[in-house]
């Protein structure tokens, strides 16, 4: 599973938490001499037969649909003969605006006083609602939580995904990031997103794209025809865009689904579905083809 893919101590945003380009090319390196990389009808003729390949395999991931995923990832994976899985969600390929999730993580990069961010969020809040962060519900949101961040910026995350209501954390994080990164949120997309004509390009390459939304929003807090309605949009943009959604796949924002998703996944014949969470697909798993576990590229030290 990957996302940010960069020269990251070179570019404007030093500080982002993202994977260095050089250390990608040395991962792919090193799983293409040891494994099988492998995607399409290969992975889709595992997950039908439920046979485990004898040579341990990866298959690539890229979430989010990073203009580093055209600039740097599909170059590379190219000259390499590979293939990968794109999940961009759709609202960013229009270039329509940056998502909240990405807003956080720039804002964060910007700004490393996490208290400082902390009292933001508190003055904000109780300018807005007259309520201190203190007087939210926060109890053991640390716990049990596999996670590289520290326990503020956990909670700056924490208060700004899921904790906060959706009213109240879009207007925080807009607020954030027009003070802290201080630009415009169209033109900053277009620096941070592919575009269709990067989809398409990489799609007649053969690469791989699957549903991950319209917004980055958690599934599991949705309805069951809201949830519908984030798949059925990235649906009718893919064929706007003539690309091929035979077997198409899900990969889940946040990691996040339930009952319905899995009814919903079943009836559209849905390929296969990706989760956040942490292992192999093996024996132990592969009946559950829309619970496929993932390895975190953080996970990997050469």
């Not at 109240?168 to 630009?183: M, S």
Request: net charge neutral; proline share 3%.
């Amino acid at each position: 599973m990957y996302h940010y893919v960069r020269p990251v101590k070179n570019s404007t945003h030093p500080k982002l938490s993202a994977l260095e380009f050089v250390e990608f090319k040395r991962q792919i390196d090193y799983f293409c001499h040891n494994f099988n990389i492998i995607a399409g009808d290969d992975f889709l003729n595992i997950i039908s037969s439920k046979k485990i390949p004898k040579k341990p395999s990866f298959v690539l991931t890229f979430d989010d649909g990073f203009l580093d995923h055209y600039e740097y990832v599909f170059p590379y994976l190219k000259h390499k003969r590979v293939l990968g899985y794109f999940y961009p969600t759709t609202k960013t390929i229009k270039g329509e605006y940056v998502l909240d999730v990405h807003k956080i993580h720039f804002f964060l990069e910007k700004e490393q006083n996490r208290k400082k961010i902390l009292k933001e969020i508190d003055d904000i809040l109780f300018n807005k609602k007259k309520i201190k962060i203190d007087n939210l519900d926060t109890k053991d949101i640390h716990l049990n939580k596999r996670t590289y961040d520290d326990k503020d910026t956990f909670l700056i995350k924490a208060l700004l995904r899921h904790i906060l209501s959706i009213e109240d954390r879009k207007f925080i994080v807009d607020e954030l990031f027009k003070t802290i990164v201080d630009e415009d949120s169209h033109s900053f997309a277009k620096k941070i997103y592919m575009n269709e004509d990067n989809v398409k390009e990489m799609v007649s390459e053969n690469m791989i794209f699957g549903v991950h939304g319209s917004d980055h929003v958690r599934w599991d807090l949705l309805t069951k025809n809201e949830q519908k309605k984030e798949i059925n949009d990235t649906l009718t943009f893919y064929n706007q865009l003539k690309l091929n959604t035979n077997n198409i796949s899900v990969c889940y924002p946040y990691g996040s689904y339930n009952k319905d998703t899995m009814e919903l996944l079943k009836n559209l014949n849905v390929s296969f579905g990706l989760t956040t969470g942490h292992g192999n697909v093996d024996a132990n798993n592969i009946n559950n083809k829309f619970e496929l576990p993932r390895f975190d590229t953080n996970e990997f030290k050469l």
